[in-house]
């Protein structure tokens, strides 16, 4: 069981907008930076966001993430066919002194 | 523009030794920030992160793992090598590599290595 939850699926259909939540604690989302990562089936993961709400280049504006205190949440707008992918969050833990991964939320295009 | 690889055997044995290489390029793991870290993933499972060495030599491991584990780097090589100990069915994985720096986190991966564990 990870320290920082997702929800295990999500869906949506084409043009929609969808958010994933990832839920921790004050050592981790509460006092460091949020990531999120897309992998899409048998690829390595790929940097969404940064620092919570950034986005590296080349990461289209239809993903965003933002959050507070001890939750952060990705959105996809305009949701297209190659959304379909596996997406977890990552943090620092300060009090575990590690990286730390969500369960990976699993999104289906309908 | 980075680029990282993992390599090392596909398949050991119960109780064997596991070595993977990630061999880098595109950044030098001397320049202050910088960090190269271990991150395995079982087949259909969740990502877990295993070890991390920086710039300065400082090392963290994952406190599940901690006991079996040693990351190393190699700048003139441009190599980190992780070691795992008393491998089980359960390590069975594909092990990536990842670079990291500052605010941007891991931000590229390589591609990934499977690594079997079975007698």
């Known amino acids: 069981q990870s320290v920082l939850t997702q929800p295990p699926s999500a869906s949506g259909t084409p043009g929609q907008r969808v958010t994933i939540s990832c839920s921790g604690s004050?050592?981790?989302?509460?006092?460091?930076?949020v990531y999120w990562y897309q992998q899409l089936p048998g690829t390595a993961p790929k940097l969404l966001i940064f620092r919570k709400t950034q986005r590296p280049s080349g990461v289209p504006d239809r993903i965003s993430g933002s959050g507070s205190g001890t939750s952060a949440s990705l959105a996809i707008s305009g949701l297209r066919s190659e959304d379909e992918a596996d997406y977890y969050c990552?943090?620092?833990?300060?009090?575990?002194?590690?990286?730390?991964f969500g369960g990976g939320t699993k999104l289906t295009v309908l | 523009q980075i680029t990282l690889k993992e390599s090392g055997p596909t398949l050991v044995k119960p109780t064997q030794t596991l070595t993977l290489t990630c061999t880098f390029s595109g950044f030098s793991l001397s320049t202050y920030g910088v960090g190269v870290a271990w991150i395995r993933q079982p087949p259909g499972q969740a990502l877990e992160w295993l070890a991390l060495i920086y710039w300065d030599g400082d090392r963290r491991y994952s406190p599940s793992l901690k006991n079996r584990l040693n990351i190393t780097k190699d700048t003139s090589k441009d190599q980190v090598v992780l070691t795992m100990t008393n491998m089980d069915p359960v390590d069975t994985a594909t092990y990536y590599c990842?670079?990291?720096?500052?605010?941007?986190?891991?931000?590229?991966w390589g591609q990934g290595t499977l690594v079997t564990v079975s007698s």
């Open positions: 004050d050592s981790n989302i509460g006092s460091n930076y």
């Open positions: 990552a943090s620092w833990d300060d009090n575990l002194s590690t990286w730390l």
């Open positions: 990842a670079h990291l720096y500052d605010v941007l986190g891991l931000d590229q």
